[in-house]
């Protein structure tokens, strides 16, 4: 018996393809498998006209016109070796190319997966004298296997179920007079760390590290808020908790 499957089935597309080269081992295919992709063509801006009875008149749209700007996403699983995040960078990866976020997430369940979204079809992204469009992440190592995992931090007590960690840069855009993208900016680079825990005896607690700590030369990270394991303590379950920490990053240097 032979089962046929449609030409769309599992036809997944790397609209961050450009992120093997960005990472500097260049290794990026043989530890991560692409396993979840999205293009939505980003909507247009709507202005009505309305009559003396506030009936709409006429309409018009407007920031997207061309049909050139798409908000795309993907999610890669890290099925093997070690991925180093300072190999790889969020902003502008390519022209027309931005990755707005990118996100790290580990389970006691599965194995690591990593999620980017952004843009592609852009116009011109302005960097700033001297600097380039892209923000450095922490040198975090994550290892491509099914664990929870430390990501930043270390656990004092208890015992870690997941983590989380997110980076985010911001899409400046600058409008012509018929409101359509001229230009556009990437700004305002930060980073949120997550930890989930279950209570053995003693309260969990954790600890930040160095990495994520201000260096001192005010190039590269600093912690800004931090909190400590928050309990949740449900009847007849063991109790668990959780902690986050935010940080800023660090633009590159041209």
Same mark, same amino acid.
């Given at each position: 018996?032979?089962?046929?499957?449609?030409?769309?089935?599992? +036809?997944?597309?790397?609209?961050? @393809?450009?992120?093997?080269?960005? =990472?500097?081992?260049?290794?990026? @295919?043989?530890?991560?498998?692409?396993? *979840?992709?999205?293009?939505?063509?980003? +909507?247009?801006?709507?202005?009505?006209?309305?009559?003396?009875?506030?009936? %709409?008149? @006429?309409?018009?749209?407007?920031?997207?016109?061309?049909?050139?700007?798409?908000?795309?996403?993907?999610?890669? @699983?890290?099925?093997?070796?070690?991925?180093?995040?300072?190999?790889?960078?969020?902003?502008?990866?390519?022209?027309?190319?931005? *990755?707005?976020?990118?996100?790290?997430?580990?389970?006691?369940?599965?194995?690591?997966?990593?999620?980017?979204? #952004?843009?592609?079809?852009?116009?011109?992204?302005?960097?700033?004298?001297?600097?380039?469009?892209?923000?450095?992440?922490?040198?975090?190592? !994550?290892?491509?296997?099914?664990? +929870?995992?430390?990501?930043?931090?270390?656990?004092?007590?208890?015992?870690?179920? /997941?983590?989380? %960690? #997110?980076?985010?840069?911001?899409? *400046?855009? $600058?409008?012509? #007079?018929?409101?359509?993208?001229?230009? =556009?900016? !990437?700004?305002?680079?930060? /980073?949120? !760390?997550?930890?989930?825990?279950?209570? %053995?005896?003693?309260?969990?607690?954790?600890?930040?590290?160095?990495?994520? &700590?201000?260096? /001192?030369?005010?190039?590269?990270?600093?912690?800004? !808020?931090?909190?400590?394991?928050?309990?949740?303590?449900? $009847? +007849?379950?063991?109790?668990?908790?959780?902690?986050? &920490?935010?940080?800023?990053? *660090?633009?590159?240097?041209?």
């Amino acid at each position: 018996m032979t089962i046929s499957k449609a030409t769309s089935f599992g +036809a997944l597309t790397d609209h961050f @393809a450009i992120l093997e080269t960005v =990472h500097d081992a260049g290794t990026l @295919a043989d530890i991560m498998v692409l396993v *979840a992709s999205s293009k939505v063509r980003r +909507a247009q801006n709507r202005a009505d006209a309305q009559d003396a009875n506030e009936d %709409i008149a @006429a309409s018009a749209y407007s920031g997207n016109s061309a049909e050139e700007i798409t908000e795309v996403s993907c999610t890669y @699983a890290l099925k093997s070796g070690t991925l180093d995040l300072s190999d790889l960078v969020i902003g502008e990866l390519a022209v027309q190319i931005m *990755a707005e976020s990118l996100e790290l997430t580990t389970a006691n369940g599965g194995w690591p997966q990593i999620t980017v979204t #952004g843009y592609l079809g852009l116009e011109t992204i302005t960097a700033p004298t001297s600097y380039t469009n892209q923000f450095t992440l922490p040198a975090i190592s !994550v290892i491509g296997m099914k664990q +929870a995992q430390v990501l930043g931090f270390t656990v004092t007590t208890g015992r870690l179920t /997941g983590s989380k %960690i #997110g980076f985010n840069c911001s899409m *400046a855009e $600058q409008l012509d #007079g018929v409101g359509e993208p001229a230009a =556009h900016g !990437v700004s305002g680079g930060t /980073g949120e !760390v997550t930890a989930d825990f279950v209570r %053995i005896d003693d309260a969990p607690a954790w600890e930040l590290a160095a990495v994520l &700590a201000d260096s /001192g030369d005010g190039a590269v990270f600093m912690a800004e !808020v931090t909190q400590d394991p928050q309990a949740d303590e449900g $009847q +007849a379950v063991w109790h668990t908790a959780s902690g986050a &920490a935010s940080f800023n990053l *660090a633009r590159l240097a041209s």
